[in-house]
């Protein structure tokens, strides 16, 4: 079938319309920027610890924090090679998911035998997050609304059929008032918001406060398994310990054997100024729900305290290389798209300005979900390839290398999805070639209500596939 405008394409505003909102945008982060923290010393001696946490995102802090709640007196030090929470940690949506396979279809079509067991866990982990918020008074802005997901094109329609809470057409724009959104599923169990940075640099906090010794700019340059620990060469010294556990996410691993499994792809975000309250009224919004539609190339967006709207998503952007660059960071042909997507879904917010734009690059697996594994003859426990699910996932993560360092049997650590290994991308110029051949597959059955290509369904058949 020949291909059609998508809805955000055929309600477009005028171009003028869309600079104008973008004209008095910064290119900076609003969670870095509206996240109070602590600065800590960059190591500058030899040190010995009973744990090193490599990376100070998500997965190294929950590590951290739950290492010393197990054992108060284990020394652990936290190494990060810039700031604590400066990278996907501090510059995501803040969309906290209780899934940890991406989604029931992905969960399913890996891990059939054991997905109900994976779902049960995923709502544990939510619970216990949401728990460890409030008791260990993580100031980050939690808000347990839940997540609509809108159906935006007439094909999209059919498949909220089996979700629960569906709302047709106007049970949607009761919620959040899009001439757009055509019907919805409200998901009020299985998602949270928190603001980012604020969570990233609350675990810091309470990580410190817990005896954890952090060290921002220390880079680590390498580990070195000996007899009875692992030395964990930094740009301040080196490190002896008794255990590791690398949390480095989209960045390039300390492990060979590993280096292949990820390749970071950048997702772009915009943000409003706050919105007034007529503005607020003229859409609704009342249950501060977060927000995705069900496109391939899809858009999510959330309020924040202040009521100003995130939007981000649609261009997921890979670079050939797997490098991570500040200059890959400002795209503004993306930041012209976004901009016209938001204001086709709402043209009642004419006239609004964008404050902030800025990107972040996303640790991408081929199974779209993290992988865990275990080196140095057990000393050395590994977890990364969240694929944008990190905000939940990490503590889960985190759990299952801590397990793994103690050596104990559980649960987690016996599961098929924490055993098996992705499969890795290509080399260059082949990982290039196959991801950009994706991403346009996407965009094309995206432009024809939803058909799948050759291509992508030869990934299907081959376990590679993902819509979303």
Known sequence: MSARPTAYEQHAPASAVVEAALAGSQHAVFWLEDAPGTSYDALGAASAADLAVVGGGYCGLWTAVLAKRRNPGARVVLLEASTVGWAASGRNGGFCEASLTHGEENGRSRWPEEYDELE?????????????????????????????????????????????????????????????????????????????????????RVAADLGVEIHEHTRVTGIDPQSGGV???????????????????????????????????????????????????????????????????????????????????????????????????????????????????????????????????????????????????????????????????????????????????????????VRRKPLPFPPEPFAAAGINATRWSLDRADHREGRRNLFLKTLDAVGLGFDS
């Open 231 to 417: 030395a964990v060469r930094t740009t301040g010294g080196t490190v002896t310990a008794d255990r590791v556990a690398l949390a480095t996410n989209v960045f390039p691993s300390l492990l060979r054997r590993t280096r292949l499994m990820t390749v970071p792809v950048y997702d772009y975000v915009l943000m409003t100024e706050p919105l007034t309250a007529a503005q607020m009224a003229s859409i609704g919004w009342a249950n501060r729900q977060g927000l995705g539609d069900l496109a391939n190339q899809f858009h999510y967006s959330r309020l924040t305290a202040d009521d100003r709207i995130l939007w981000g998503g649609y261009d997921a952007v890979y670079h050939a290389g797997r490098k991570v660059k500040a200059s890959y960071e400002e795209r503004p042909e993306t930041f012209h798209k976004l901009a016209s997507h938001f204001l086709a879904a709402f043209p009642q917010l004419e006239g609004i300005r964008f404050s902030h734009r800025w990107a972040g690059a996303i640790d991408t697996s081929t199974q779209f979900v993290a992988f865990h594994g275990l080196a140095a003859r057990g000393r050395v426990a590994y977890a990364a390839g969240f694929t944008g699910l990190g905000v939940g996932a990490t503590r889960f993560a985190a759990e299952v290398m801590l397990d793994r360092l103690s050596g104990a049997s559980t649960p987690r650590t016996r599961l098929e999805m």
């Open 120 to 204: 049960r866990l995923g709502h544990e982990n939510l619970d216990a997050l949401e728990a460890d918020v409030r008791e260990l008074g993580l100031d980050c802005q939690l808000e347990r609304t839940g997540a609509l997901a809108v159906a935006v094109e007439p094909h999209q329609v059919p498949w909220l059929a089996e979700e629960e809470h569906v709302l047709d057409g106007a049970g949607i724009r009761g919620e959040i008032d899009s001439p757009l959104f055509l019907a919805g599923a409200w998901d009020k169990e299985g998602s949270a918001l928190v603001h980012p940075a604020r969570l990233a640099r609350e675990l810091a």
